[in-house]
């Protein structure tokens, strides 16, 4: 049976839970999970990847690889990867590794599964499903020709239960392969949010037209604060420059799947719906009781955003403190 | 210069999406089909660069059954391109199109600059411009947000996570896939649309390509309809007693909180 290389993301030397859920996956496979894990960070982040299922660290612990260029990531990672020779590669569809992995499969003449859903692994094969057509569909992504299986998952889709993971593991220190570069970053602008990106909340809430006026998104941010949620836009209000376009939900926005998510002022046209139809949970806060947006939500409240938020986020700020 | 820009027919948004009963794709008859809108995008760009560069050529390319690939690249011929070519194949996965567009980008004279949309609405894979950029050997940005050209340096911003930026420096030639916000892009004028209709589309017969069977990596089975979802509950009452029943069903039953 092959081995499972794990893609290991983190954020200042904290493991991304995405990339958690990708240790547990291979863990509870059966198959021996090598977690390879790039760029600065302290020595706890070795125990936990052993804690969450990896028998092999790989670290190439290198300042050059803190941010991302995708020739300096492709190099090193391929010959970690022929180092490791593993049967399977799991990796989260972040910003990285929608970017990394097509061109890591070019190069290794193999097929990628992106934006996946369900995960099957079974020895040395592997299916995995994912939406497409806006979410309209799901499809079982089948692997042929491949003589190394990848597939890229989306985050908050596979479950983190407690496992027995903490044997001891062999860990191996690379150094950085050097390659004449002809993509350089000049230059990282950080947004204001400190908080997850949408496309890795647990909880999202999300303002439209609704609200009336970019203002009204100041109460959001409250009732974000209160749940630890991240801030998400409709394309209308987007269009209209409340916001930037990073918060945007749907088709020419994120796609999102968060445990709970909280629509506020927004009707629900189809374009939305294709981003977060695949939210476990959703509440729809809206004025019109015809908006479309209810025929998609678990729990609806037709009234007034104005009046609700700020009573939802006392609520809420009761139940979480008791 | 030469500019190239690679684009794809989807399924429009609103068209309702059919099921084969072999489970293995959708329907094409009655979907309205559409230029994926990020590609739209790099067209416009391609547009943008080609007036700042006098003397400059766009070729728009694009993989799929002729028939339907034909009316985008018409769009496109429409918008202002001066040059098509449809590569006739259907059913190609993101590694065998890459290939096949990257061969063609090739035996054409290659380009400085190839502009694509960053991903396909249909199946969300965001791979071809990655795997083009690697079968053609030069670098990529995807999630490009602004676009500028300086003598042999392509600079662009790439849009990572929570809206933070990267400023990003290639050496031509280089793969730039698009996102929204990149430019607005211009509709068809009448006379374009007239133009359009008068220009040759090339075909090239991706059987013609001589590539391997083996690039199909992929393939897709089982495809449903996503489960129906159970009716809302709705919550009456005051809104004091609608926040506190909505607090409620959100510990207590769908157990989120």
Redesign the interface.
């Known amino acids: 049976m092959g081995k499972i290389l794990v893609f290991a993301e983190h954020t200042n030397g904290k493991l991304k839970r995405s990339s958690i859920e990708l240790l547990h996956a291979g863990f509870n496979s059966g198959n021996e999970v090598a977690a390879v894990v790039f760029g600065t960070h302290g020595d706890d982040i070795v125990s936990a990847l052993n804690q969450n299922g990896a028998s092999e660290v790989h670290i190439l612990k290198d300042g050059a690889l803190d941010?991302?260029n995708?020739?300096l990531y492709a190099t090193n990672l391929i010959s970690i990867i022929g180092k490791i020779q593993p049967a399977i590669i799991l990796a989260s569809a972040?910003?990285v590794g929608?970017?990394?992995f097509?061109?890591i499969?070019?190069?290794l003449n193999?097929?990628?599964?992106?934006?996946c859903v369900s995960l099957n692994i079974s020895g040395d094969n592997v299916t995995a499903t994912?939406?497409?057509?806006?979410?309209?569909?799901?499809?079982?992504?089948?692997?042929?020709?491949?003589p190394i299986k990848i597939v890229l998952m989306r985050a908050n889709q596979l479950p983190i239960e407690s496992i027995d993971g903490a044997k001891s593991s062999k860990v191996v220190e690379h150094s950085l392969v050097a390659s004449d570069l002809?993509?350089?970053?000049?230059?990282?602008?950080?947004?204001?949010?400190?908080?997850?990106?949408l496309?890795?909340a647990n909880?999202i809430v999300s303002g439209g037209r609704g609200l009336k006026e970019a203002s009204g998104f100041q109460m959001l941010n409250d009732l974000a604060d209160v749940l630890g949620a991240t801030v998400g836009a409709s394309r209308a209000v987007v269009d209209s420059g409340w916001v930037?376009?990073?918060?945007?939900v749907g088709?020419?926005?994120k796609?999102v799947a968060p445990?709970?998510y909280i629509a506020v002022g927004i009707s629900g046209a189809?374009?939305h719906l294709?981003g977060m139809?695949g939210s476990?949970?959703i509440?729809?806060i809206n004025s019109d009781a015809n908006a479309p947006i209810?025929?998609?939500?678990?729990?609806?409240?037709?009234?007034?955003a104005f009046?609700?938020i700020p009573?939802?986020t006392?609520?809420?700020k009761k139940?979480?403190h008791n | 210069m030469k500019i190239f820009v690679c684009i794809k027919q989807v399924p429009d948004t609103e068209t309702k999406i059919k099921i084969t009963p072999d489970l293995k794709g959708i329907d094409s008859a009655g979907i309205k089909w559409v230029i994926n809108p990020y590609d739209e995008y790099a067209i416009e760009e391609a547009l943008k660069l080609r007036e700042s560069q006098p003397g400059s050529q766009v070729w728009v390319l694009t993989v799929g059954p002729k028939s339907r690939a034909n009316d985008s690249l018409r769009t496109a011929l429409a918008m202002g391109a001066d040059e098509a070519i449809v590569i006739n194949a259907d059913g190609l996965d993101s590694f065998a199109t890459a290939k096949a567009l990257a061969e063609v980008i090739r035996t054409e004279g290659g380009a400085q600059v190839i502009f694509s949309g960053k991903l396909a609405i249909d199946d969300n894979a965001a791979s071809v411009p990655q795997m083009m950029a690697e079968f053609l050997n030069i670098p990529h940005t995807t999630v490009v947000s602004k676009f500028h050209l300086a003598a042999e340096n392509i600079v662009v911003e790439r849009d990572t996570e929570g809206g933070s930026k990267e400023v990003v420096q290639m050496m031509a030639p280089a793969v730039v896939a698009a996102n929204k916000g990149l430019n607005l892009p211009r509709y068809a004028s009448l006379p374009g649309i007239m133009k359009a209709k008068k220009k040759t589309i090339k075909e090239i017969e991706y059987s013609t390509l001589n590539l391997p069977a083996a690039d199909q990596k992929v393939s897709y089975t089982g495809m449903t309809l996503p489960a129906e979802k159970p009716a809302v509950k709705m919550i009456t009452g005051d809104s004091v007693a609608q926040v506190s029943e909505l607090v409620k069903m959100l510990r207590d039953e769908a157990k989120v909180l």
């Open positions: 941010s991302y995708p020739e972040s910003s929608k970017d990394l097509p061109k499969a070019a190069r193999t097929g990628i599964a992106s934006d994912k939406p497409m057509y806006s979410g309209k569909a799901i499809a079982t992504v089948n692997f042929e020709n491949s002809r993509t350089m970053i000049k230059e990282i602008v950080k947004g204001t949010s400190e908080k997850l990106d496309t890795e909880i930037g376009h990073g918060m945007q088709q020419t926005g796609t445990s709970l189809i374009q294709a139809s476990k949970v509440v729809a209810f025929q998609k939500a678990t729990y609806g409240i037709v009234g007034d009046e609700i009573k939802l006392e609520e809420f139940a979480l």
